[in-house]
């Protein structure tokens, strides 16, 4: 008596699956031949970082090439505004981030930017913006949310979670809340290692998961996980990797129905632990529909690596064929939907409310006392930075200076890192600032004890001294005058200069 045994679907309705579920990135300003080739036969979905983009109009052109191959192409992107632009890695963002936004607390507002920074997106043909960050920034020692959260209040992250998502998707460019289910409350930057967030279930519910009910409530078409442990949950898998948290929470009691997709599959919590291949296959047994990849990765090697890894799981009986061709119906069914919603007319977006809105988000504090006039001839700016978290990247400038060098010629700056000697900073800062306004700039000081440390010299000694903190700002502001950004973008860097001269752009 023979045993039939359930035959794999067919080998090129496998393979064209299995393209379809991922999401890679590559190098260059044109697609190479390879991504063109994938496309054509089955991939779902491309991702676009600051390393694709140049301006408008080859973006534009670039899209268009891909549209070419796969009509119904995600061209996704990583444009939070704020700190983490890809559109404008080059010069910095138009639009404030979440941060800012939260700290003005106007949902009608939020919704405006995220719609107008939706028009530049889709003028460029981009349909899929991996945004917003739904994260609850609990956690002030946090390395990788902190500004790209609209706070640490679960009421406020939802309600600017629901505008985003609407307004984002009211010009057709679908919204990824980001990182189910919640990566405020960790203080290891999951690029790097593996974040572990233990707290109880019940704290879960009322905190970090409200703004990503609120996104599902106002139709995300689209959820991102975290690569972080939570015991609470499941206590030997990460988020990325649970069914627990995909299926039975995400999909089974938050009844979520859009495409989950995961964080980069290439980051250290995943690729260190688990290896991308393998951590590709766990994460759609687990209820993931797609597959992030090309932050770091970003050739046709790791493509067709992934794209066997999950052909080898359905023939070894490890991911069924019914799990990855839902998973691929989602992605496909995303892509007509971008499809149908960018055959209408698209208004020009409104550039000017970003630094509109950057400037109702400045917290400015004077000293007791202090009289403090604006800046009118060169200053002395110094700056500190701290190393950029690779979401950010590093490439995107940052600060005041440069906008006050334009300003005033023969401004003296100065930019300062991690291995400052304390004492050398004072004395060539305060050298260098005689008889001049002295300006510090200066990012998440409160994450930073070499920072701190700095600023509280530099204040102490020049008391006079004017300080922009462009990162979570501190609880007690220090200087003659204090301007609290709530971000790093470049229109809340135009609106901290305006304070500083007494003079709009």
Request: charge should be negative.
């Amino acid at each position: 008596m023979s045993i039939l045994v359930p035959a794999v679907a067919d080998s090129d309705q496998l393979h064209r699956d299995a393209l379809t579920v991922l999401q890679p990135g590559f190098v260059g300003t044109a697609p190479p031949e390879w991504l063109r080739r994938h496309l054509a036969a089955g991939l779902g979905s491309v991702a676009l970082f600051g390393r694709n983009v140049t301006d408008p109009e080859q973006l534009a052109a670039l899209t268009a090439a891909l549209r070419s191959e796969n009509p119904d192409v995600l061209v996704a992107i990583d444009e939070e505004g704020g700190d983490v632009t890809r559109l404008e890695a080059g010069s910095g963002s138009s639009w404030p981030g979440n941060l800012a936004l939260g700290a003005i607390d106007d949902p009608a507002l939020t919704r405006d930017v995220a719609r107008e920074l939706g028009r530049a997106l889709a003028a460029c043909g981009v349909n899929y913006n991996w945004a917003p960050s739904a994260d609850v920034n609990s956690n002030p020692r946090n390395p990788v949310i902190g500004v790209r959260s609209f706070g640490a209040d679960p009421g406020l992250c939802a309600r600017h979670t629901a505008a985003w998502v609407e307004g984002l998707q009211s010009v057709g460019v679908a919204a990824c809340a980001k990182h189910f289910p919640g990566h405020g409350d960790t203080a290891v930057d999951s690029h790097l290692g593996l974040p572990v967030v233990d707290v109880d279930v019940d704290l879960l519910r009322s905190r970090d998961l409200v703004p990503f009910m609120a996104a599902i409530e106002a139709g995300a078409k689209a959820v991102m996980t975290a690569h972080i442990m939570i015991p609470a949950l499941d206590p030997t898998l990460p988020a990325t990797l649970s069914r627990a948290v995909l299926s039975d929470l995400l999909r089974g009691s938050l009844g979520y129905q859009g495409l989950i997709v995961t964080d980069g599959i290439e980051m250290g919590a995943i690729a260190d632990t688990y290896g991308t291949g393998e951590g590709t296959v766990l994460a759609l047994i687990a209820g993931a529909d797609a597959i992030c990849v090309g932050g770091g990765l970003a050739d046709e090697e790791t493509v067709l690596h992934l794209r066997d890894a999950i052909v080898e799981a359905v023939r070894a009986r490890r991911l069924s064929e019914e799990r990855l061709a839902d998973a691929a119906q989602r992605v496909r069914g995303l892509g007509n939907w971008a499809r149908i919603e960018a055959q209408g007319e698209l208004a020009e977006p409104d550039l000017a409310i970003g630094l509109r809105a950057a400037r109702r988000a400045l917290r400015v504090v004077r000293a007791p006392g202090a009289a403090v006039a604006p800046v009118t001839e060169r200053p002395y700016v110094a700056s500190f930075s701290p190393q950029a978290n690779i979401a950010v990247g590093d490439e995107t400038p940052w600060g005041v200076a440069g906008m006050l060098a334009a300003r005033f010629p023969g401004t003296r700056t100065a930019r300062f890192g991690p291995d400052i000697e304390l004492d050398e900073v004072e004395a060539g800062v305060l050298a260098g600032a005689a008889g001049r306004r002295l300006v510090l700039v200066v990012r998440d000081a409160h994450r930073h004890t070499w920072m701190s440390a700095a600023l509280d010299r530099l204040v102490t000694a020049r008391p006079d001294a004017l300080v922009v903190e462009m990162g979570v700002p501190q609880a007690v502001p220090v200087g003659a005058l204090h301007v609290a950004t709530h971000g790093a973008a470049r229109v809340c860097g135009l609106a901290a200069v305006e304070v500083l001269t007494g003079q709009q752009v």
